[in-house]
């Protein structure tokens, strides 16, 4: 068995740093944060995604993988030693999701989309891209945007506007995005109304 890549050589300053760019990233939808990625984790789990599951997870906080990350044996050996969490195989019963693979990602509808009375019990999903530009455009609105903001991450699945519409649709129920791309990361938490730029 590979011994384990290491964790944050700073874990104190770069998780405070990645949590920081999160919450900056929740609170204006569509804006890019740079985050801590100086890590090796095991592929194909990248560098971004694993600086939010060292800042994110812990042994609370149960984790689905999707099956690019799943088939990957050392992807949940590493999560489970560096955070002590448990991975899921039930989408719903995830607090946290990370998929590799954003073309073949289950309906959001299959993940934890919270109640009424308890909407923070949905899952936020972490979503790997290559880039921030170049793929589907979408014209966000709603709260933390002043009028409207552009935003085109890549790869996404065809219909994926529908998709994030229809979890917009189900607030305050339904779960947040956080996209991971190249040393950055962005977001769309569920009170994001979402428009596709024909």
Do not use: K
């Not at 890549?5 to 804006?31: H, I, K, L, Y």
């Not at 979890?167 to 305050?172: I, L, Q, V, Y």
């Amino acid at each position: 068995m590979p011994a384990l890549s290491p964790a944050f050589a700073n874990p104190v300053f770069d998780t405070q740093a990645t949590f920081r760019a999160v919450m900056d990233a929740m609170a204006r939808p569509g804006e890019i944060r740079a985050v801590p990625d100086a890590l090796t984790p095991p592929a194909p789990l990248s560098p971004s995604a694993a600086a939010l599951a060292l800042t994110l997870l812990d042994y609370e906080t149960p984790f689905w993988l999707d099956a690019a990350l799943g088939e990957a044996e050392d992807v949940a050996r590493w999560l489970r030693f560096h955070t002590g969490a448990s991975v899921t195989a039930n989408p719903s019963d995830a607090a946290f999701a990370f998929a590799a693979d954003p073309l073949a990602l289950p309906p959001l509808a299959a993940f934890s989309q919270g109640t009424p009375d308890f909407p923070d019990r949905s899952t936020t999903l972490v979503l790997q891209v290559a880039a921030f530009t170049g793929g589907l455009s979408l014209v966000l609105s709603g709260p933390g945007i002043a009028s409207h903001r552009d935003f085109a991450p890549s790869p996404l699945a065809p219909g994926f506007a529908d998709e994030l519409r229809a979890n917009a649709g189900r607030f305050p129920c339904g779960v947040d995005i956080v996209f991971a791309g190249p040393g950055s990361v962005a977001a769309l938490p569920r009170s994001t109304r979402i428009e596709e730029d024909r």
